[in-house]
Nanobody
Framework: HVQLVESGGGSVQPGGSLTLSCVVS????????MGWFRQATGKEREGVSV???????EYADSVKGRFTISRDLDKKILYLQLNNLTPEDTGSYIC????????????????????WGQGTQVTVS
């Protein structure tokens, strides 16, 4: 079993920055891809960024150049640095993990992931 716990969300003004963290515990050895997703009120969960076990990274077009995903394998933490935030970035940011990952092409798809955290809220206004 895998547990994911996010933190680091908050309220910021447009142009501001945040750093999100996702602490991973449990049976982590089999996880081959980990990603960040976001879900705004009334909208579907969308993939923001993913890092595969081999190091391949993908981003959604809407965040390229502004967000950076990274990981600390020793501490088992996944990060997402959010810069130059806009109101359209508002939502719950959710960490996802999956042992059987699709070939890395484009941002992650929620339907491909089985393990989820509870999310951390980001509000830009």
């Amino acid at each position: 079993h895998v547990q994911l716990v996010e933190s680091g969300g908050g309220s910021v003004q447009p142009g501001g920055s945040l750093t999100l963290s996702c602490v991973v515990s449990g049976s982590t050895r089999s996880l081959n891809c980990m990603g960040w997703f976001r879900q705004a009120t009334g909208k579907e969960r969308e993939g923001v960024s993913v890092v595969h076990s081999g190091g391949t990274i993908e981003y959604a077009d809407s965040v390229k150049g502004r967000f950076t995903i990274s990981r600390d394998l020793d501490k088992k933490i996944l990060y997402l640095q959010l810069n130059n935030l806009t109101p359209e970035d508002t939502g719950s940011y959710i960490c996802g993990a999956e042992p059987f990952c699709p070939i890395p092409v484009g941002p992650p798809k929620a339907a491909d992931y089985r393990y989820w955290g509870q999310g951390t809220q980001v509000t830009v206004s």
